[in-house]
DNA sequence: AGTAAATTTGCAACAATGATGCGAAAATTT
DNA sequence: AAATTTTCGCATCATTGTTGCAAATTTACT
């Protein structure tokens, strides 16, 4: 059974062309995409509708999860233990380069804790680093 | 002179009668805005695009900043720093609460230094925690 | 394997968000 | 107070994201 096939199949979700095919292009990219990527540059033709769908039933089986950007972008990614293991949410740092814009998981960083006023009671924390990447030195 | 007048004058921005209003509803709110919490709350009636404008030459000129969400919503705040001193842009840490989804600036939380893998170089971080404030408890 | 049930797709239509050009209005400079 | 610069607001457009529904596909069942 091939890989992507698994990964839906774990994951209770029906086994499509679409979910295949951008299961696929996940897997084979290293950063993060954004809508907008998987529906340019997959190559394939698929409708709007069914791009939004189909990242909105990855995110909610927790296959991918999203990136917070100041732009208003919203980027999704597919972490290495979230495809071989399940559903491990660590939250870890994303980083951000400046030169290529390319959006990754520093799956080995884990976002640290802070001390917070009194008052607020912390339940969930997202860091994200911008600067350059090893790439683009 | 009024401290929104004065505030406008320091970064070299007209005077004019949608960018008071606009500041002084920053002034007056405890957390951060969105777009549309100005068109809607203001009680004015600015077109959407001097709306737009207006926060974009705030912005330029470091009055406020953005804060990332991983929602797509763009939130403007003004730092207790920046109205008063003018750039201080040290980052602090953002808190979201869960409960009334009012973003709030931590002006006195910094946001750490974390360890990158090699080939990362860091030039600014941010983060953002979500959790419940103190008037929701 | 073949059929019924459940899910997903794609189209149309819509809503929200954001950008741009340009003449009119207002603010600043002199 | 006139000239210059900046900003406003309207019209228009592009992009992004959502919803309803019929047709197509997938899954479950016998």
Redesign the pocket.
């Known amino acids: 059974m091939k890989q992507v096939e698994e990964i839906l199949k774990r994951n209770h ?7 295949q095919k951008i299961m696929q292009f996940f897997l084979n990219s290293k950063g993060a995409l954004a ?2 990527d998987i529906e340019k540059k997959t190559g394939e033709n ?5 791009v ?3 990242l909105q ?1 990855f995110v909610e089986k927790g296959i991918i999860h999203l990136i917070p950007t100041k732009d ?1 972008s ?1 980027k999704y990614a597919l972490c290495k233990d979230d495809c071989e293991a399940g559903h491990h949410h660590d939250n870890h740092v994303h980083f951000i380069c400046d030169e290529c814009s390319k959006t990754i998981c520093l799956d080995d960083v884990t976002v640290p804790q802070v001390k917070l006023p009194k008052g607020f009671t912390p339940q969930h924390a997202e860091m994200v680093v911008n600067g350059i990447c090893g790439d683009c030195k």
Do not use: E, G, K, P
């Not at 979700?13 to 979910?19: A, F, H, I, P, Y």
């Not at 698929?46 to 069914?50: A, P, Q």
């Open positions: 979700l029906s086994v499509t062309d679409s979910r809508h907008a698929f409708d709007r509708v069914t939004y769908r189909t039933s208003n919203i």
